[in-house]
Structures are given as structure tokens and as C-alpha cells.
């Protein structure tokens, strides 16, 4: 093919992409349309998560979630050495402790050098922002938190400064249908990030 | 009036504003629009694929990463809203591709030339297998470089240019003579 020919091709394909540009408007009647069904469709996943629920315990269960608590302390500082494997490096880390019963207390952990805030976000918060959030450990700019999940399959990814969203490199990744990257943990009789 | 940033409306929403996510169906309603009906080839399609991308987009609205670049995380949506509508439709899409084009262009007010290139060049894209339809709008049609383009599909550079390449010299076998110099 001459240069030519590729020259003559371009053009004709500008040609034909030009009569697809003609813009299109929808009419006001679409965007009726679309708030209606919003509307009765309810509200965003953080208007969800807000809605009053009923939460039940038993005896067992809160003996079990002490339990669970008393073993993250203990593997906790385990998953802040792992991370901070490098020096001034910025990475994450979840680490998870199998409780008795159906309780399971698992640790988030972020290295974020300068944040001034961190969150973690997942579908067990219903991905709501600023709902979890993690306190600084020491002054490495690591950041905590312990929650009791339940088991199975959960999807999550923090927050940094309210704007940053961060996955986590140790953990299976999941790039989900609106292009969003989270990380995945699995919670039952084998606990481990990204199982 | 100025202009509220995407940020601030997305944020609003996620706080249970349904009118700051109003704002955002207006805005984005015309742009995602021709993709839609290019892509599907017919209107009323369009629309519902649409309005289904946009209730989606409300719904997960906290899974928008970056909410400054909401216009990009709901145009992936929007080409992934097309791509299963296109599935489902499978074998009954030729024939309904072309009545609508065929309703289209007795509606449309132009010159008649002018409608019958545009009818053709429609009919053509319409006959392009969906990858090939997708990049090729995406490319030529949205302008979107190769790198927004693999952000937004998932698929890899090479294989989109691959598609678009196929689509061109598909349209330019069916379209030659028809499509003039102007």
C-alpha cells in the first residue's frame, strides 16, 4: 500500500466518521424517565447502608467475637512487619484471624506515608466512605483497623484522604463492571487476602 | 450560571441529593446518547440502555473511584450496558437495525441525498460484528485515543487497533462510491 493510498483511506473514514458525529438530544421526556425510575428505584448504596436494620446476638456470638479480638492482638503486629518490608514504601496489607463459631475478626492495615486520613471501604459498609475508618499506629504512617466479618467472599479497597482509592497489591485483584479495582478477602476456614 | 463540577454533584448524590445526580443525567444524557444509538442503531433501544446505565450508575454511585472523572466511569458503564443489550438481542438485530434506519430516515428532514448517505453509512456500521462497531465508534466517532480506549474496554491496545483497522476496511468495501467528497 503507497502512502497515497493510506492517505485516500484516512480520509474516507473521516468522511464517514463525520456523518456519525451529528450530535443526538434526547428530549426532556428521557430525563422524566430516568429520575422517576431512580427515584423509585431508591436510593445510592450509602442510602441503603443508612436504612435502620436489626442487628441479633447470642451469648455465644459475643463470646466468640471477644475471642476473636483477643487473637488479633496478637497476629497484628505480624501484619504491620510484612508491610513495612521496605523503607518509606507504601503498600497494604489484610490480615485475617479465624475466631471460633461464625465470627471472624479480620485486620485491615494500610502504609500511607503523609495521609491524613484513611478508610476502608467494602461491601460489608455498603462501600460507604468515611463509615470505617482506620487509626495511625506508631508514627510510620501505618494505619489499623479490626473488623469481625462474615464468612465468605467480601470485596474491598481503602480510601486516602478522602479521595484516593487504593487497592490492595497483596490481594487478588477484582476489576469490577463499572472498571473500579478492589481487592478480595475470603473469610471462613481458610482466611487469607485474595484466597 | 456557573458550572457545578462533576466532584461536588457525585459527592451531593452519594449524600442522597436525588437533583445533584439529576444534574448529571443532563449533562451526560446527549453525549452518551450517540454512542448508544450508533452502536445499537436504533433510538428507542438507546434509551432504554440508557436509562438502565443511568440507574445503575445511582445505584453504585459509592464504587465511583475517582468521582472527578464520573463522565469516563459512565461511559464504561454505558459501552457495558450496550455490549449485553447487544448480546441479548443476538439474531433478531439485522432486521430490526434496519427497520429503524428504514423509520429514521422517512422522519428525517434533510436532503434527500443527505438522508440516503447517512442511512447507508448506518446500514453499514450496523452490519459490523459488535467488537468491530464499538472500537470503530469509540475511535473515529467518540475520539478517543487508543489509551482511553483500552481503559474503557479492557481490551488491549494491539486487539483495538486490530478492531478498528477491520472495521474501516470493512465500511470502505461497502461504502465506497456511496460516500462523497463534500
Request: glycine share 8%; charged share 30%; with cysteine.
Amino acid at each position: 500500500m503507497t502512502d497515497q493510498d493510506r492517505e485516500d483511506g484516512a480520509e474516507f473514514i473521516e468522511r464517514v466518521a463525520r456523518v456519525l458525529r451529528a450530535p443526538e438530544v434526547l428530549d426532556d421526556g428521557f430525563e422524566r424517565r430516568v429520575m422517576a425510575t431512580v427515584r423509585a428505584d431508591g436510593g445510592s448504596d450509602r442510602a441503603r447502608w443508612r436504612r435502620p436494620f436489626t442487628l441479633t446476638s447470642t451469648p455465644l456470638r459475643a463470646l466468640a467475637m471477644a475471642a476473636g479480638f483477643a487473637a488479633i492482638v496478637a497476629t497484628g503486629t505480624v501484619g504491620v512487619q510484612r508491610m513495612l518490608g521496605g523503607p518509606g514504601a507504601e503498600g497494604t496489607v489484610a490480615t485475617a484471624v479465624n475466631a471460633t463459631d461464625t465470627v471472624h475478626v479480620v485486620r485491615f492495615v494500610l502504609a500511607a506515608a503523609g495521609a491524613r486520613e484513611v478508610t476502608v471501604v467494602g461491601d460489608f459498609n455498603g462501600w460507604t466512605r468515611g463509615a470505617t475508618r482506620l487509626a495511625p499506629v506508631g508514627a510510620d504512617g501505618v494505619w489499623s483497623v479490626s473488623l469481625p466479618l462474615g464468612a465468605g467472599r467480601h470485596e474491598y479497597a481503602f480510601v486516602v484522604d478522602g479521595e484516593r482509592w487504593v487497592a490492595d497489591p497483596l490481594a487478588l485483584r477484582h476489576v469490577d463492571e463499572f472498571g473500579t479495582e478492589s481487592s478480595i478477602l475470603r473469610v471462613g476456614a481458610e482466611v487469607q487476602p485474595g484466597a | 450560571m456557573e458550572r457545578r463540577p462533576d466532584e461536588s454533584l457525585v459527592h451531593a448524590a452519594r449524600q442522597g441529593d436525588v437533583s445533584a445526580f439529576g444534574a448529571l443525567v443532563h449533562r451526560y444524557r446527549d453525549r452518551h446518547a450517540r454512542f448508544a444509538i450508533r452502536m445499537l442503531g436504533s433510538r428507542d433501544d438507546a434509551e432504554d440502555v440508557l436509562q438502565s446505565a443511568f440507574v445503575r450508575a445511582h445505584r453504585h454511585l459509592a464504587k465511583c473511584g475517582d468521582p472527578a472523572r464520573f463522565g469516563a466511569w459512565l461511559h464504561r458503564i454505558v459501552v457495558n450496558e450496550c455490549r449485553t443489550f447487544a448480546t441479548r438481542r443476538g439474531a433478531r438485530e439485522q432486521r430490526l437495525v434496519r427497520d429503524d434506519l428504514l423509520l429514521a430516515s422517512i422522519e428525517d428532514e434533510s436532503a434527500p441525498a443527505d438522508v440516503e448517505m447517512r442511512s447507508e453509512v448506518q446500514h453499514a456500521l450496523a452490519a459490523l460484528p459488535a467488537d468491530l462497531r464499538e472500537a470503530f465508534l469509540l475511535k473515529h466517532v467518540e475520539e478517543l485515543s487508543y489509551a482511553e480506549m483500552v481503559e474503557l474496554t479492557g481490551a488491549g491496545e494491539s486487539a483495538l487497533k486490530m478492531r478498528v483497522k477491520r472495521a474501516s476496511d470493512q465500511l470502505r468495501d461497502q461504502l465506497e462510491g456511496i460516500v462523497r467528497n463534500d
